[in-house]
């Protein structure tokens, strides 16, 4: 597994990558970045773990608000979605991981 720097919201991470998965990676981590700094800009909550749950939940809700999601589900979409399982639990696996060795919560 491949090891990438990657900096959200100006705190920086070294991340675990399969080889092939660096621009998804990327892609992720500009999401995250985004979506914390916009909630950090807005000023109202300081703590970077909450920080971190609420870009969490936003992000989710956008995935599960996409259009395609409110259409009746069909057998290829559960499937694609079963697939895709284990990268979102990997994923916040990692963020978990790189979160609790922070050691910072402002």
């Known amino acids: 597994m491949k090891q990438m720097e990657v900096t959200i919201m100006g705190q920086g991470y070294v991340l675990g990558c399969p080889e092939g998965g660096e621009v998804a990676l990327q892609k992720a981590v500009a999401s995250v970045d985004q979506e914390m700094s916009a909630i950090r800009d807005a000023g109202r909550v300081k703590a970077r773990e909450r920080i971190a749950v609420l870009a969490a939940l936003n992000l989710a809700y956008q995935l599960v608000e996409r259009p395609e999601a409110s259409q009746s589900p069909t057998?290829?979409?559960?499937?694609?979605?079963?697939?895709?399982?284990?990268?979102?639990e990997e994923l916040i696996r990692r963020v978990d991981e790189a979160l609790g060795h922070d050691g910072q919560l402002l």
Do not use: Q, R, T
Not at 75 to 88: F, I, K, M, Q, T
């Open 75 to 88: 057998v290829a979409a559960v499937g694609n979605a079963a697939s895709e399982l284990p990268e979102l």
